[in-house]
């Protein structure tokens, strides 16, 4: 066959990571769309679906992706964010932070500006990542959470006409 691409298992982390959290997300709900265009902070993107219409109400997504690390003794799954990326997720409304871990077939979830209040409160200027430790999981529960916060936030913007 002579010399071929290897396959790299970030990329098939990737992979399994947003076939995941499609499995879960509901399509009656959203719409999971992949971005595309460079990878800056943003892996994915959700669309709000309200009575059978697209909305155009979104949140952006940063997902990542786990091997070989379970739960602390606290109950947390504590992961490495960078904040830069935080920062960048910022700049949206209602954007969420996701972490598949494969060794639980678990996603875990913050809201970014949960994370980003976190930052503030206890890291140093100049420090690069932060040690957020996760414990919500993405479920049916949550998912109506997060369908619902998204639509007030996004009422909330339309009713202050600031949009």
């Given at each position: 066959m002579g010399i071929l691409p290897q396959v790299y298992s970030t990329h098939q982390q990737e992979t399994d990571s947003f076939r995941k959290i499609e499995?879960?997300?509901p399509s009656e709900k959203f719409i999971l769309r992949k971005e595309s265009g460079g990878d800056y902070g943003v892996d994915c993107i959700l669309e709000i679906?309200?009575?059978g219409f697209a909305t155009n109400i979104r949140s952006h997504i940063q997902l990542k992706s786990k091997q070989n690390q379970f739960l602390d003794s606290d109950g947390?799954?504590?992961y490495s964010v960078?904040?830069?990326t935080?920062?960048?997720l910022s700049n949206t409304l209602s954007s969420i932070f996701l972490i598949y871990s494969?060794?639980?077939d678990v996603v875990?979830?913050?809201w970014n500006s949960v994370i980003l209040e976190k930052i503030n409160q206890s890291t140093k200027t100049g420090t690069k990542s932060f040690k957020y430790a996760f414990y919500k999981t993405l479920d049916d529960k949550s998912i109506d959470e997060i369908y619902l916060t998204i639509k007030n936030?996004?009422?909330i913007i339309i009713n202050l006409g600031l949009n």
């Open positions: 499995s879960i997300i679906i309200e009575d947390y799954f504590k960078p904040i830069k935080i920062n960048y494969e060794s639980e875990y979830w913050e936030k996004n009422e």
